[in-house]
């Protein structure tokens, strides 16, 4: 059988029609990107490992009735995902200053927040995703002030989920971000966290060493990116210890 319609090329995953409507296939790439895409290369066995930690926090978010697109994952680097409206941001949750903050702000990196700072981009890849406020988002409609109470309500639950989780392992939640999307039943529309959550996505210390294990590693030439989200995956017992991550890739047809 031909493989399903190509919707959507992203730099770390591709998004193909599903099987049933209102179903996406999301396809999770080896390709690793930096500053925009200024930066680039192929690891293997990272699409493999986002795949299996993104179902893995998407299917705790469900337990703790924090509303998501992740259906069930179809293989080693696929996942079936309910279609969504993407709103056009990215949502940032802040819990040390790190990156960006640091150097906006001249805050040294690992200082602790005196509460999670939430920031947006705007989606854009042209304008390298800049920094936006809540006026910005009114007055461009890409979000309603209901929309944003949900947004910032979806993304502390994310954030207490996230960091607790991390915490018991031995692992500092520095910062993340997540995508929202809409749902529509019937007349009746609601909001529900999108894309990955994976160490694509966050930037995760060791409690004890400060040793990154996120995509920093690849930033920043750190050393072995699958070794840094592979020691993640074996802490949350989504691989066990001593296993090696299957890297041949695996379609859906």
Same mark, same amino acid.
């Given at each position: 059988?031909?493989? #399903? ?33 200024? /930066?680039? +290369? %192929? &690891? ?19 337990? &703790?009735? %924090? ?5 069930? #994952? ?12 993407? !709103?056009?941001?990215?949502? !940032?949750? #802040? ?22 700072? !939430?920031?947006?981009?705007?989606? +854009? ?6 920094? %936006? ?15 944003? +109470?949900? !947004? %910032? ?87 066990? /210890? ?12």
């Amino acid at each position: 059988m031909a493989r #399903r319609k190509k919707i959507y090329e992203g730099k770390a995953k591709t998004l193909f029609e599903g099987p049933e409507p209102g179903t996406i296939v999301q396809y999770f790439k080896d390709d690793a990107t930096a500053f925009n895409a200024e /930066k680039k +290369d %192929v &690891i293997e066995g990272k699409g493999v490992l986002n795949n299996m930690l993104s179902e893995y926090f998407m299917t705790g978010l469900t337990n &703790i009735g %924090v509303p998501n697109h992740f259906i069930r #994952r179809l293989n080693m680097r696929e996942q079936l995902v309910r279609a969504c409206e993407i !709103i056009p941001l990215e949502i !940032i949750v #802040r819990n040390f200053a790190a990156g960006s903050l640091s150097k906006r702000l001249g805050i040294e990196e690992g200082t602790a927040l005196p509460r999670p700072i !939430i920031e947006y981009c705007y989606k +854009d890849d042209g304008l390298g995703d800049p920094l %936006v406020g809540e006026e910005h988002i009114a007055a461009f409609g890409w979000a309603s002030q209901q929309d944003m +109470d949900d !947004i %910032v309500s979806l993304a502390l639950r994310v954030n207490d989920f996230l960091s607790g989780v991390m915490y018991g392992v031995g692992i500092k939640l520095v910062d993340f971000k997540i995508e929202v999307g809409r749902v529509y039943d019937g007349d009746f529309q609601r909001l529900i966290v999108a894309d990955e959550i994976s160490p694509d996505s966050c930037r995760l210390w060791d409690v004890a060493t400060g040793q990154k294990l996120d995509k920093d590693v690849f930033r920043r030439d750190l050393g072995s990116l699958t070794d840094a989200y592979t020691e993640v995956a074996r802490r949350l017992g989504v691989m066990p /210890k001593g296993s090696a991550v299957p890297i041949k890739p695996t379609l859906i047809n």
